[in-house]
């Protein structure tokens, strides 16, 4: 199924926002073309480096690495502010202790999860 772009957009800058990761940092704008990606073909998360950052990296004309560097400090700053828990509430479960932080892939694969069910509601 494809989800209306704006609708995942809109979704995940929300969610993004409410865990402390502005618009202003360049991994905001990967994960959310990350998430949009990983929504419309969840096999794609099976592998991130070779399904997802080189699209988004041929998209931003910049290299994979970088876009995975960018991605890995977004998350960053969202756990530097301790705001990375607020998933849970997000979720209803506790996903992440304060001991452990997402990988790329985890967190992509959380959003692209979820996010649809937000959408629908």
Do not use: C
Not at 85 to 108: A, D, H, M, R
């Amino acid at each position: 199924m494809t989800y209306n772009k704006d609708k995942v957009k809109i979704q995940t800058s929300n969610i993004l926002l409410q865990i402390g990761i502005p618009g202003n940092v360049a991994g905001s704008k990967y994960l959310l073309r990350a998430v949009e990606i990983a929504i419309n073909n969840p096999i794609a998360v099976m592998s991130v480096t070779k399904n997802i950052y080189p699209i988004i990296a041929m998209e931003y004309n910049t290299k994979a690495t970088n876009i995975e560097r960018s991605i890995r400090h977004a998350i960053e700053i969202s756990w530097n502010k301790n705001k990375i828990v607020g998933l849970n509430q997000l979720f209803g479960i506790e996903i992440y202790s304060k001991k452990e932080k997402p990988t790329n892939s985890e967190f992509i694969a959380l959003l692209a999860e979820r996010i649809p069910f937000l959408i629908t509601k």
